[in-house]
């Protein structure tokens, strides 16, 4: 049933990322099935999202996808990641920096 719904979720969305936990993910988990099938080309999966790295790796992978990235599975090795993150994870755009600017309203003295 997963594979179905995650199937449907990537053909309507940017990017669909399955995530379990480290202790869930193993042999004939819902992540393992999602990552042996050929749905793993289309979903990424992260296998330790129970830890504050896992959770982190999550929106990273989401951002990958949604920026035109390919899917990954990540996480343990053990438990079928190709990688613990990411690579090169994604970095935030350049924000603006603030520029001098003068003031409209003041004015030279006029000197005689």
């Known amino acids: ?8 979720l990537a053909a309507a969305s940017s990017g669909t990322v ?11 988990s819902p992540v393992a ?5 050929n749905m793993s080309t289309q979903v990424s999966t992260v296998d ?3 830890l504050v ?4 790796v999550v929106i990273q992978a989401l951002a990958v996808l949604l920026n035109g990235g390919k899917a990954g599975s ?13 690579t090169p ?6 924000s603006a920096s603030p520029s001098a600017t003068t003031s409209a309203g003041s004015k030279k003295k006029a000197t005689k």
């Open 89 to 94: 994870a994604p970095t935030p755009s350049a």
């Open 18 to 28: 399955v995530a379990g936990t480290s202790a869930g993910s193993g042999s004939g």
């Open 74 to 86: 990540y996480g343990y090795a053990a438990n079928g990641a190709i990688a613990v993150a990411p």
């Open 48 to 50: 330790d999202a129970d």
């Open 1 to 8: 049933m997963l594979v179905y719904v995650a199937q449907e």
């Open 33 to 37: 099935v999602l990552r042996s099938n």
């Open 53 to 56: 790295a896992g959770q982190t």
